[in-house]
């Protein structure tokens, strides 16, 4: 006999909307999950969502045999900005097919490798920018990371240098939060409120990406290049199954969609700095590290698989901020109900709609002694090696599993590296204490970091 699903009290017809903040969603599942455990279920306006968060349960929803990605909520209403990309085409679309094909040869390590130059040069620039400021100046870690996050994007896959890490802030940055924002809250509203108080924000944040989007596509156009990046590939390439190629309104769909999701890669690395300012015996471990590989030699692409503590760095700070919170999933279309999980000990519908909380699988005390510890030599060599396959889901699973993460990766060792090599940080509230809100990612709010030229 199968375990009743544990669930909040709610209210008749609103359910329990009340347990979710639709201004900080992430954190209100953090927060169930740390009261109900591996599995929960809320209703919120009739419909029913069932939430996992362990390895095990992870692990098995991440059989493709029996479950798929999931395309619906919040994930829906940002094709206003995007329609069908290769981040929100429903599965029984052709189109996310046809797209990948033609990309994904962009995203391959060995591919991503020849933009490590453009995300380290804009990194130290970066850094040169903190070190001219004035001593003990304090800095936002997430607005500077947002920064230089949309200005290596822009460059390496679309050969456009905006110069945006000093000045106003790019607005497609302001935009990309508040669409989606209003994306995450969309759902849990009634339409006829969506429409009457907030369409036209929604729309004007939608239509702010896209012409960020159509200047990189003009300004390509008008300045002609031998680079054969990711938007070359856009305007160019055929898929190799159909023949076909993207036009000019796909182009802008997968040009808006990429920085939606590399915004998760500031977030690791705001958060990295928050866990070492924490643990400043990491800094020094880290920073010996990069001495003894890099030196004062030039830092090269070829010396990333010879820093392996940094690499533990950037994988336990993907595991304790769950920067990319989680992804869904429903079983597979054909599938008759109702669904066992856990070896029977759970059951669902079979049109059941489920999230992964990485925030409660990343804690997974029956895989991680002291889960809440921050401790870079669990993910290094062996340690990593053993884990399970569910305790890796940091970007995602299977055939939709995040595109961009061999470049994410890079970026975020990169930075990771160059700030730990030219910049010493101190926290300019001593007190702080993490906090996290976020929409399609996690990230620290209120961080504030005091930076200066290292001392060597």
Same mark, same amino acid.
């Given at each position: 006999m199968s375990t009743p699903i544990p669930k909040p009290p709610g209210v008749p017809l609103l359910g329990n909307i009340s347990d979710v903040d639709p /201004?900080?969603?992430?954190?209100?599942?953090?927060?169930?999950?740390?009261?109900?455990?591996?599995?929960?279920?809320?209703?919120?306006?009739?419909?029913?969502?069932?939430?996992?968060?362990?390895?095990?349960?992870?692990?098995?929803?991440?059989?493709?045999?029996? =479950?798929?990605?999931?395309?619906? +909520?919040?994930?829906?209403?940002?094709?206003? %900005?995007?329609?069908? !990309?290769? =981040?929100? %085409?429903?599965?029984?679309?052709p189109i996310w097919d046809v797209h990948h094909r033609i990309l994904a040869p962009q995203l391959t390590p060995t591919t991503v490798?020849?933009?490590?130059?453009?995300?380290?040069?804009?990194?130290?620039?970066?850094?040169?920018?903190?070190?001219?400021?004035? !001593?003990?100046?304090?800095?936002?870690?997430?607005?500077?990371?947002?920064?230089?996050?949309?200005?290596?994007?822009?460059?390496?896959?679309y050969g456009r240098k905006l110069n945006g890490l000093t000045g106003p802030e790019h607005p497609m940055i302001k935009a990309m939060d508040g669409a989606t924002s209003e994306a995450i809250k969309r759902p849990t509203r009634p339409k006829v409120l969506n429409w009457l108080f907030h369409q036209s924000r929604f729309q004007k944040d939608c239509k702010t990406m896209r012409q960020y989007?159509?200047?990189?596509?003009?300004?390509?156009? /008008? @300045?002609?290049?031998?680079?054969?990046?990711?938007?070359?590939?856009?305007?160019? %390439?055929?898929?190799?199954?159909?023949?076909?190629?993207?036009?000019?309104?796909?182009?802008?769909?997968?040009?808006?969609?990429?920085?939606?999701?590399? !915004?998760?890669?500031?977030?690791?690395?705001? !958060?990295?700095?928050?866990?070492?300012?924490?643990?400043?015996?990491?800094?020094?471990? %880290?920073?010996?590290?990069?001495?003894?590989?890099i030196g004062d030699y030039e830092f090269t692409h070829i010396h990333l698989d010879s820093l392996p503590y940094c690499a533990g760095i950037v994988r336990e700070t993907l595991r304790l901020s769950a920067a990319a919170p989680g992804f869904n999933i429903e079983p597979l279309p054909e599938t008759q109900g109702p669904v066992l999980l856990g070896g029977g000990k759970y059951q669902v519908p079979a049109k059941q709609t489920m999230i992964i909380v990485l925030h409660g699988v990343n804690r997974d005390p029956a895989v991680f002694e002291e889960p809440e510890a921050f401790k870079p030599e669990r993910m290094i060599g062996e340690?990593?090696?053993?884990?399970?396959?569910?305790?890796?889901?940091? =970007?995602? @699973? +299977?055939?939709r599993?995040?595109?961009?993460?061999?470049?994410?990766?890079?970026?975020?060792?990169?930075?990771?590296?160059?700030?730990?090599?030219?910049?010493? =940080?101190?926290?300019?509230?001593?007190g702080y204490r993490l906090e996290q809100d976020g929409w399609f990612n996690l990230r620290p709010v209120g961080f504030d970091v005091k930076v200066k030229p290292r001392v060597k």
């Open positions: /201004a900080n969603t992430w954190v209100s599942l953090q927060k169930l999950w740390e009261k109900y455990g591996e599995i929960f279920k809320i209703s919120v306006l009739g419909q029913q969502i069932v939430f996992v968060g362990s390895v095990a349960l992870c692990e098995e929803l991440c059989d493709e045999k029996r =479950f798929r990605k999931f395309v619906g +909520g919040p994930i829906v209403e940002i094709r206003n %900005a995007v329609h069908a !990309s290769l =981040f929100t %085409a429903f599965a029984d679309e490798a020849d933009h490590f130059t453009e995300v380290r040069d804009c990194a130290a620039e970066l850094t040169a920018k903190w070190r001219g400021m004035s !001593s003990g100046a304090s800095v936002s870690a997430m607005g500077e990371l947002n920064r230089l996050d949309m200005e290596t994007t822009t460059l390496c896959f989007a159509a200047e990189c596509l003009e300004y390509r156009k /008008a @300045n002609p290049t031998d680079r054969k990046d990711m938007l070359y590939t856009m305007m160019n %390439a055929k898929d190799p199954e159909t023949g076909k190629s993207l036009d000019e309104k796909q182009i802008i769909d997968e040009i808006v969609t990429m920085p939606i999701g590399s !915004s998760t890669a500031p977030c690791v690395i705001a !958060s990295a700095l928050y866990y070492l300012l924490q643990n400043p015996s990491c800094i020094t471990k %880290a920073r010996e590290e990069i001495n003894s590989v340690e990593f090696e053993k884990l399970p396959e569910g305790a890796k889901k940091w =970007f995602g @699973n +299977g055939k599993v995040c595109i961009g993460r061999n470049y994410a990766w890079m970026w975020n060792m990169i930075t990771l590296v160059t700030l730990l090599k030219d910049v010493d =940080f101190e926290m300019a509230d001593p």
